[in-house]
């Protein structure tokens, strides 16, 4: 049930990012709120405590909305979410946004994982060949995994592109257990 209404917000959110033009900004305030969520968890777990009385759960939210930098349309949005006792979807709400917004923005996003750092030059290569692939910007999220012993895999969507040592050593080794 969550998603379909984390869905419902975020789709709401970025109809009114689109009408004013601002839904990147706007995305880009739901994300910090997120990250500000989840690097001050007391703040967070007291604002979705339903234990607590909702005045007192608004005032603690208040005070800190209230100095924040956000948009008043996201600041609007927040004080609805945690109203309607939905606060605690909000980093499924800023997940789903985000994929709308890249959707609008022909942006798609990639998880790299590489076993070693790759050089800017690489990265910049790897990113036009995956732009030529997709026919969109893309994304990358490059993390390391000295597992794969050499080489990179791709991940986009369902798509996997796997041109790891590791993925071709277990190619090997089946190829060799049929007798090929």
Known sequence: ????????YAKALLSLGEED???EDY????QDFTRFCTDQQDFFRAVTNQIFPVEDRK???EAVVAKSPYSDVIKNFLRLLLEKNRLDLVEEITEYH??????LSSITRAEVITARPLKDEALGDLGKALKGLTSKEVKMDVQED???IGGLVVRI???VLDGSVKAQLVG???SLKRGE
């Open 172 to 174: 090997l080794k089946e």
């Open 146 to 148: 000295e597992s794969l």
């Open 59 to 61: 005032k603690l939210f």
């Open 27 to 30: 995305g880009k305030d739901l």
């Open 157 to 159: 969507g369902d798509l």
């Open 21 to 23: 033009g601002k839904y």
């Open 1 to 8: 049930m969550g998603s379909k209404v984390s869905r419902r």
């Open 98 to 103: 985000t994929r709308l917004t890249d959707e």
